[in-house]
């Protein structure tokens, strides 16, 4: 399977437009589990954890859990 690595932009184009590169639909896209599709034909406008990361802060005392 090959990778494109630099299209034409049309698809930026498109999306600047408010238009789905795919079904030309000029709906907003929504958020479904984490990414943004289209809201009609469902593709993939942004994927999800594009490099984000969790930040947890854990309890390390001796009284972590306690319930005194």
């Known amino acids: 399977m090959s990778q494109i690595l630099q299209g034409d932009g049309k698809m930026q184009q498109d999306l600047k437009m408010g238009l789905c590169p795919r079904c030309r639909t000029t709906m907003p896209p929504i958020n479904v589990h ?35």
């Open 34 to 68: 984490g990414h943004t599709q289209c809201a009609v034909c469902h593709l993939v406008i942004e994927e999800c954890c594009q490099g984000e990361t969790a930040s947890c802060n854990f309890d390390t005392t001796d009284k972590a859990g306690s319930l005194s």
